[in-house]
């Protein structure tokens, strides 16, 4: 069989199940741009060191840059017989330039071949993330920067505990999602390391210049240990796992927005782009894209158990199992890339319904704390302040009324250190301003917060 790279030893074809099963060509061909960055630079490296001539590195050259015409034009033909995206251009590149291209493998297995087509691919996805996920914060900042001042509950056990602003609480998305884009940053570091030269696995005896590529490349640096190089995919699994815990904070802001937008709370209500209606009830408006960023990281988590679990228990080195890295991680990639792209959109489409906020923040003596804390200031332990607060608020729940609504004469009833001041610290700005602690929910805080994440932003 003359498709075939190895042929010379099998004595007959593959059969065609075989060939269906382990080709890969279908999903890795979206690695075709690396493989030929790859290819190029090893084959300049070879030139360079001699190791094929001149006229060979710019056959290879001018059949690449065909290659590239043709795929980008779609005029390409992969072949499944060729297995995958690295066989598929090379046997291109023979047909077009003829024994340069037979060259170019010299010093190189397909094993290192791929893990620098991912390593390379990979990096570049995740600067694309990185600029997706600061997006996603300004988003939030932008809509922040006009609430600093607008009250909600804020929960606990998802009841209501405290007020906070609705800025304080998207801010709080903000530092998730910096974090977010610092873990990938700090993922690229080892990403971005050149496992050409490896070979099959042990190395090999062309005097292959491995720094030279990775300059080339782009890499920071070069794999220390060949075996290592080709086989752990420890870089796929940590890229996954950081844009898992990326999608469980949209999951967890993305079911905020369903709450919030249920009748229940009417806290926002959503343009209607990011809606859909019902075939049966007439009145509704689904916030499907907020529920499918929810649903959608379940599937990234998934592709996270898939690869460390692909990984778990492979001997060294390189394994076939390996080839089942790519559909969860390019899955990972293009669901992360989507949602964060569509919830920054829908979050700039968001309209804040600032009286039902206000409303629900004073329905739940939310100010109880700020009530026991007046009471300390007036000086009564803790402890015993809380008792009495707790009082107040059994009355004002017998009553049906609001902590800030009892009468005066009631509330001195129940300790005498309260004076006529306690009516602003009952009120939910004066429960607000009062949080003035570094990172606390006081509106002169919060602007702070919103300014400098405005100049972190700009920054880039
Ligand atoms: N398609 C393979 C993969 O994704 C490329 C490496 C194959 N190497 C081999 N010796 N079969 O892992």
Known sequence: NKHQAWSALFSEPMSELVQRYTASVNFDKRLWQADIAGSLAHAEMLAAQHIIG????????????QIRAEIEEGRFEWKLAL?????????????????????????????????????????????????????????LVELAAQHTETVMPGYTHMQVAQPVSFAHHLLAYVEMFARDAERLADVRKRVNVLPLGAAALAGTSYPLDRERVA?????????????????????????????????????????????????????IDLADRYCTGSSIMPQK?????????????????????????????????????????????????????????????????????????????????????????YLVKKGLPFRDAHEVVAHAVKSAIARGIDLAELPLAELQALNPAVTAD???????????????????????????????HQRRLAAG
Not at 95 to 124: E, F, I, P, Y
Not at 422 to 451: H, I, M, Y
């Open 422 to 452: 306690v009516a602003e610290v009952l009120t939910l700005r004066g429960s607000l301003n009062a949080r003035r602690v570094l990172g606390g929910t006081a509106p002169v805080q919060v602007q702070a917060q919103v300014e400098r």
């Open 285 to 373: 408006r689904n916030p499907d894209v907020a529920e499918l960023a929810r649903g959608k990281s379940g599937r990234v988590v998934g592709h996270l158990m898939a690869l460390i679990t692909l990984m778990k228990g492979q001997p060294l080195t390189y394994n076939k199992d390996n080839q089942e890295d790519k559909e969860p991680l390019f899955d990972t990639v293009d669901t992360l890339a989507d949602t964060l792209r569509i919830m920054a959109e829908m979050v700039g489409g968001i309209t804040v319904k600032k009286e039902a906020m206000e409303r629900a923040a004073l329905k739940g003596y939310a100010t109880a704390t700020d009530l026991a804390d």
């Open 54 to 65: 001149a006229h060979d590195l710019a056959d290879i050259q001018r059949g690449m840059a």
């Open 83 to 139: 297995e995958d995206v690295h066989l598929n251009i090379e046997a291109r590149l023979t047909a077009l330039v003829g024994d340069a291209g037979k060259r170019l493998h010299t010093g190189r297995s397909r094993n290192d071949q791929v893990a620098t087509d991912v390593r390379l691919w990979l990096r570049g996805e995740i600067d694309k993330l990185v600029q997706l996920m600061a997006a996603m914060q300004a988003a």
């Open 215 to 267: 300059r080339t490349l782009g890499f920071d640096g070069v794999c220390q240990n060949s075996l290592d190089a080709v086989s752990d995919r420890d870089f796929a699994m940590e890229f996954t796992a950081a844009a898992s815990i990326c999608m469980v904070h949209v999951s967890r802001l993305a079911e905020e927005i369903v709450l919030w937008m249920s009748q229940n709370f009417g806290f």
